[in-house]
Nanobody
Framework: VQLQASGGGLVQAGESLTLSCVAS????????MSWYRQAPGKQRELVAR???????NYKDSVKGRFTISRDNAKNTVSLQMSSLKAEDTAVYYC?????????WGQGTLVTVSS
């Protein structure tokens, strides 16, 4: 599986941005898809996860502001981000996981200016 993330950019605090990740390969619908982020000097952290069955979980600080969704017909997972804050600034990574298989995209930079 290869993952290609896009949609990052520079926005003002309070604005919105949507990230997208397109996956190659078969059986996309079976993978749990997640978005992680890594801010400068910090560890990579889970932002949102969407299982193949449709269950979601979010990092507490993004609940109510971020929404993860997937389109299995297009092999795509998206992260809609609203009310962005300066502390959301990070490189965002797409992740696909199925049992012991774990794949990462290249990352897309989101910068939120206050």
């Amino acid at each position: 599986v290869q993952l290609q993330a896009s949609g990052g950019g520079l926005v003002q605090a309070g604005e919105s941005l949507t990230l997208s990740c397109v996956a190659s390969g078969s059986f996309f619908r079976l993978y749990a898809m997640s978005w992680y982020r890594q801010a400068p000097g910090k560890q990579r952290e889970l932002v949102a996860r969407l299982t193949s069955g449709g269950s979601t979980n979010y990092k507490d600080s993004v609940k109510g502001r971020f929404t993860i969704s997937r389109d299995n017909a297009k092999n795509t997972v998206s992260l809609q981000m609203s009310s962005l804050k300066a502390e959301d600034t990070a490189v965002y990574y797409c992740n696909a996981q199925l049992q012991l298989q774990n794949y990462w995209g290249q990352g897309t930079l989101v910068t939120v200016s206050s």
